[in-house]
DNA sequence: GCTTTGACTCTCG
DNA sequence: TCGAGAGCCAAAG
């Protein structure tokens, strides 16, 4: 099985109104490939069977979310950290809001809604 | 097949 | 405590 099958199969697990990180996921697998959990939730092509939006960071920010804009600007490493909670981010957001979790200025409180893999 | 890029994370100043 | 830089692995060009 590919990673990226992997990926998608352990993120479909995530129960509704749960959320996990991108870190939490790659371990799950086996892997230390954060960025490339990113990239699979990117090209998802399971929407919405695999509810993407439910991997954020691990710090609690939502992250990214690939909805329409993608790739704007020049972003490297450190751009895209500026960059956090833009485009398809308040999308991302409300679908988690309206499973019941809470977002606080586009963070999630890890301790109630982080889901054990 | 090598180089670049990315919805990330960790470490150091 | 916070910002910048380096490192990580896969996918796409």
Redesign the pocket.
């Known amino acids: 099985m590919?990673?990226?099958e992997k990926i998608y199969k352990t993120a479909a697990k995530i129960p509704r109104g749960k959320v996990t990180?991108?870190?939490a996921l790659a371990h799950a697998i086996n892997?230390?490939?954060?960025?490339?959990?990113?990239?699979?939730?990117?090209?998802?092509p399971h929407w919405p069977k695999v509810s993407?939006?439910r991997?954020i960071?691990?710090?609690g920010?939502v992250?990214?979310?690939?909805e329409q804009f993608?790739?704007r600007e020049k972003?490297?490493?450190?751009v895209?950290?500026?960059k956090?909670g833009v485009s398809g981010v308040k999308k991302?957001i409300a679908l988690l809001r309206k499973e019941c979790v809470e977002v606080i200025n586009g963070k999630i409180d890890l301790k109630r809604f982080r889901y054990k893999l």
């Open positions: 590919k990673f990226r990180t991108y870190k892997s230390k490939a954060y960025r490339a959990v990113g990239t699979a939730m990117n090209k998802n993407c939006h991997v960071n691990s710090d920010r992250g990214g979310f690939a993608r790739g972003s490297s490493k450190s895209t950290r500026a956090l991302k």
